[in-house]
């Protein structure tokens, strides 16, 4: 039950921050501002992992190391929570700490950049839309692959580990670096997808290093191979990065305030759904080397390449069937009526890939 709590109060965070990036910056700026909050999966391990081995030199009776553990970072999130409702702003034609031309020139800068800003109105024809598009199914397919290595990594990194002779304090300090790549390759994807406008390209070299070199490493080499496991162990970190990229898709590509708020959802499921099956590959009867699960992680990756492939050649044929009806995007102001449009009633959108 604890869990179902945990789960369900979480929910609303990731497509709560991707709807935020998206109303505030123009899509080739946005990769950037995911990955500086995605870094939080890295940073949360990094951390984990040194609350992990400081507690296994903790013993008391009144409360287990992990209840201590839980009671901490319940109350920062808690705090934080309350710093958020108070300080962050709806969308930027309501922030209070904008001047009235400060907010003009934010929604007019947005406008120019085909980008939706918060609505009150719900719109069914939109909901309709978005479950018809077949982005949205290229996409949420990509991030199921993607994100089930990303759980049976997460999930079982420290049995990974210590198949390999560790023990439990040397465990939890060799997820450290797991931790520490996991930031790195999020940060650096985020400024390549942004800096090149490449997030298909950033996802495939992604899922490339991390899924089939890291996973092929960890799956395929000799067991007395200690070094080269764990360094396929610490590459599938890389992986990490293929989400935000994904992300990155949805917020750049959907246009129309139910239309995004409706994709966000479905690719926050999409990535539960793959931290749901990753954790099933690891079956006790495959312990301890559990070579189908890792066998399985270098498939999906080779899975997830070509279906970024098949959602990049989508784009580039809506793109160009577009040209036909071309006009110049920044000519178009927008409109209470027409501000609310989806990626597919505008026809100036072009999709980033």
């Not at 899509?27 to 990094?46: L, M, N």
């Not at 109350?75 to 922030?95: C, E, K, Q, R, W």
């Not at 210590?162 to 999020?186: D, E, F, H």
């Amino acid at each position: 039950m604890d869990s179902i709590t945990v789960g369900t109060c979480e929910s609303a965070l990731t497509p709560g921050l991707i709807l935020v990036v998206s109303m505030w910056f123009r899509r080739d700026e946005q990769p950037k501002r995911i990955a500086i909050w995605y870094t939080g999966v890295g940073a949360s391990s990094i951390v984990g992992s040194l609350v992990s081995f400081g507690f296994q030199f903790y013993h008391s009776h009144y409360f287990a190391s992990w209840q201590i553990m839980f009671l901490v970072f319940g109350l920062v999130t808690i705090s934080f929570g309350i710093v958020v409702i108070v300080f962050l702003p709806d969308n930027p034609a309501t922030a209070r700490r904008l001047s009235p031309a400060e907010r003009e020139a934010v929604v007019n800068r947005l406008t120019r950049d085909q980008n939706t800003i918060e609505s009150k109105q719900w719109k069914r024809y939109q909901l309709q839309q978005c479950l018809l598009d077949p982005q949205t199914w290229l996409l949420a397919l990509s991030a199921t692959a993607a994100a089930i290595p990303n759980g049976a990594v997460s999930n079982f990194q420290s049995i990974v580990i210590r198949s390999l002779g560790y023990n439990n304090k040397q465990t939890a300090l060799l997820q450290i670096p797991g931790g520490v790549i996991a930031v790195c390759s999020v940060l650096f994807a985020g400024w390549c997808a942004s800096r090149y406008n490449a997030r298909g390209l950033t996802a495939i070299l992604c899922s490339t290093i991390g899924g089939l070199l890291g996973g092929g490493l960890l799956a395929f080499l000799p067991a007395n191979e200690v070094a080269g496991r764990l360094v396929g162990n610490y590459m599938t970190h890389v992986l990490t990065a293929v989400i935000p990229c994904i992300y990155s898709f949805g917020a750049s590509n959907t246009a129309g305030h139910t239309k995004k708020v409706t994709m966000n959802a479905i690719l926050l499921m999409s990535n539960c759904l793959g931290n749901i099956l990753g954790p099933l590959t690891f079956r006790n009867k495959d312990a301890p080397e559990f070579v189908p699960a890792k066998t399985t992680l270098v498939a999906v990756e080779a899975s997830t390449i070509l279906l970024v492939i098949v959602l990049l050649g989508h784009y580039k044929r809506q793109n160009s069937k577009r040209e036909v009806y071309a006009t110049d995007p920044d000519s178009e102001q927008a409109t209470d009526g027409g501000f609310d449009r989806t990626d597919v009633e505008n026809v100036s959108f072009r999709y980033k890939y």
